[in-house]
């Protein structure tokens, strides 16, 4: 299992939320490329970007960032989502140096979008589920859709995702713990991969997320806490590492 490290821009910014509301942001850095080469150095062997302007303004606004960051570390995977909702945009971050992109409102609103991006663009595509109480959200978490997270999850699998992100969206930037239990369940009913992500406060969080990865769950994004102080990512990434 790895740690994944998480650098949410907004407005060129490396930002957090809590639970995805826009005007409950903390600036971390104005400069998400240094941030980008702490957790390098710190041993980080995947990012996580999220454009979080894109993901509202639904294309890609912070897209000179990816970009700065792909160049800066080209060899590190790299994993970015928000705003994706077209060929094109994930034609561009493919040649900016970016290893997978991330369909989320769009996977649920027009789930044939999935199909065809993962024959054009195949080992390349994550579909990021976000739930609250076994439900997905769509629009930035803005609304809670009639859909179950494990049907939909298991309907990606069979178009050919890569692997699935699932947040919980009730924990996410709460610093409340992750929600080991929901996440092993969806981990267990598919066999792609399973990302965990919201709610990984310290190293307690790693290690009962480490005795379910052999699941399926191959990392766990973090933000919060590794900006704030409550996990050292160094040493949290080293126990990540200890598990299947």
């Known amino acids: ?11 060129g910014k490396c930002v957090r939320l809590r639970q995805g509301r826009m005007e409950d942001e903390t600036i971390f850095s104005e400069n998400p490329v240094e941030v980008a080469t702490r957790w390098v150095n710190e041993g980080a062997k995947r990012l996580h970007l999220v454009d979080l302007d894109g993901a509202f303004a639904g294309k890609p606004v912070n897209a000179g960032v990816v970009h700065d960051i792909a160049s800066a570390h080209p060899e590190l995977v790299i994993q970015v989502g928000g705003g994706i ?21 769009k996977a649920v609103n027009a789930p044939h979008f999935v199909g065809d991006i993962c024959v054009e663009f195949p080992g390349h595509i994550i579909v990021g589920l976000d739930a609250k109480d076994g439900k997905v959200a769509i ?3 803005s609304k809670l859709s009639h859909h179950d997270v494990i049907d ?21 930037g709460m610093m409340k713990g992750v ?14 991969p399973v990302i965990a992500s919201g709610g ?35 040493e949290g990434e080293k126990l990540a590492g200890s598990f299947a």
Do not use: C
């Open 179 to 192: 929600n080991v239990e929901a996440t092993a369940k969806l981990a267990s009913s598919i066999t792609i």
């Open 152 to 172: 939909m999850a298991k309907h990606f699998e069979n178009d050919g995702v890569d692997s699935i992100i699932y947040t919980d969206i009730g924990r996410d």
């Open 1 to 11: 299992m790895i740690l994944i490290p998480a650098i949410d821009l907004k407005e």
């Open 85 to 105: 909702r077209d060929e094109d945009t994930i034609q561009t971050y493919l040649n900016a140096g970016v290893q997978y992109v991330i369909i989320g409102t």
């Open 139 to 141: 629009d930035g978490w």
């Open 200 to 234: 990984i406060t310290n190293m307690d969080d790693i290690h009962a997320l480490g005795k379910v990865a052999n699941e399926g769950i191959m990392g766990a994004i973090t933000g919060r806490a590794i900006y704030e102080g409550t996990l050292d990512f160094a």
